[in-house]
């Protein structure tokens, strides 16, 4: 991946998708008090009117979020119940995170497994776009055609949560590499050229501008 080639893929996206970013950015503000607790997350105000909505209008998964028997309650409950995991990846970034940290990629991949087995949510689209609400710093979204991409790159890369671990990890070897290549050509540091993208692009983490490259070359 060329630096050039990442930041025009990203314009692209933007450009195209100008009006319903707005949306994306909306949610996230509006869960920042659980992005810091997730045992604050309350099944109507958080769920019902915030993330569920977002699953359906921004990620346009009506046919999968709109069924009668998704039962957001237990989805509430679940993530509350992992308070402790989400606190061990609170303040950290996704080109700094050590994802071979054993707490870490625990605390990861006990989420993500947590999640799968509920009724109508377990796809890796779903699963997902809900923890990258609840921590977009860390938890980059995929769909299945990006996760097949991935997993010709690295047959580990699948739809488990080892197979999430997997794809995060070499999401992030893959761009860091980018970045450093930029960091030696200008001079600049890495936090300072992550800090010159958050701020082009909206204070949109990482993770999120991953996201953007990855749906348009998908």
Known sequence: M?????????????EDYELVELLYLGAIERLRDVQKDVSMLDDLK????????FLISWGMMNRVVGRENLDWKRLGGTLRSLKNEFASLR??????????????????????????????????????????????EIFVMWDNAIADFYHEIDPDVGYSASG?????????ETVSATLGKSERETGKSLDKIEAELRNKYQNKTMAKLIDEYNWIRR
Do not use: M, V
């Open 2 to 14: 060329q630096y050039e080639n990442f930041i025009e893929t990203i314009n692209e996206f933007e």
């Open 46 to 53: 958080h769920i019902q009117r915030i993330i569920k909505p």
């Open 91 to 136: 303040n950290k970034k996704f080109l700094k995170i050590d994802f071979k940290d054993e707490t870490l990629s625990h605390a990861i991949e006990t989420i993500y497994s947590k999640l799968d087995p509920i009724p109508y949510l377990g796809s890796p689209t779903t699963i997902s776009k809900i923890l990258h609400l609840l921590n977009p």
């Open 164 to 172: 999430y671990l997997e794809f995060l990890k070499l999401t992030q």
